[in-house]
């Protein structure tokens, strides 16, 4: 069993759908992070909760809304998307603060906006 | 930016050569990680050398770095074909952000 589970893997939605994608850690880290990878780009950091806050949001849209209920499990929200926001969503932990240490990453959820 | 970049974007080679991929990167950083990707997949964890170290092994993964150039270096010997895969270098610059390249997609051909 992975120590970072994201469901679903695989989701298709249409622009007006309002969907959730899923992340659970059971590593006992404290730092989780959602980040967007997008074909030819760099991975890109989208938010980060440490010890359930949130701590960074990189100028994300609104229509992508995280959710850290305890430090075991994130969500992101989805709503009102654009074919644009397509990507593979990886979802992340760390046992060391934010940027510091070694991260873990899920599978991976690949979303298609039609 | 902190980004760091790979190169080449994409390099094939002989199962059993050795594949060098490098990494640059523009400010200071307290340590540089290598991530694996397969097709899909989420990224995995390869190592970690922080800036005061300059050369860290690893199974048959060697990682350079050399901070007055701005650059690090992953070597893998002796390849096989598992070890086809996307490989990531990634920055940190103190910022508690891990900046991530775009990537080196290595092809092993048996």
């Known amino acids: 069993e992975t120590g970072v589970t994201q469901t679903p893997r695989h989701l298709v939605m249409g622009m007006t759908n309002k969907k959730s994608l899923k992340c659970e850690q059971h590593l006992g880290h404290n730092a989780m992070y959602w980040y967007k990878q997008s074909a030819k780009k760099p991975l890109e950091l989208m938010f980060v909760?440490?010890?359930?806050?949130?701590?960074e949001n990189n100028s994300v849209p609104s229509r992508f809304s995280p959710e850290c209920p305890n430090s075991s499990h994130l969500f992101l929200h989805l709503h009102t998307l654009q074919p644009e926001d397509s990507a593979l969503y990886l979802c992340?932990?760390?046992?060391?603060?934010?940027?510091?240490?070694?991260?873990?990453f899920g599978e991976g959820s690949r979303l298609t906006v039609l | 930016s902190q980004q760091g970049e790979e190169d080449p974007q994409a390099l094939s080679i002989q199962e059993g050569e050795n594949a060098t991929m490098n990494c640059s990167y523009k400010t200071s950083i307290n340590n540089l990680q290598w991530y694996r990707q397969n097709s899909g997949r989420g990224l995995v964890h390869l190592i970690l050398i922080r800036s005061n170290e300059r050369e860290k092994h690893s199974g048959r993964l060697r990682v350079t770095l050399d901070t007055s150039k701005k650059s690090s270096s992953l070597l893998i010997t002796a390849s096989r074909a598992a070890d086809t895969a996307s490989y990531f270098c990634?920055?940190?610059?103190?910022?508690?952000?891990?900046?991530f390249g775009t990537g080196t997609r290595l092809t092993i051909i048996p």
């Open positions: 990634a920055t940190d610059g103190g910022d508690e952000k891990l900046t």
């Open positions: 992340a932990s760390s046992q060391e603060g934010p940027g510091s240490g070694e991260l873990f």
């Open positions: 909760y440490n010890f359930k806050e949130q701590t």
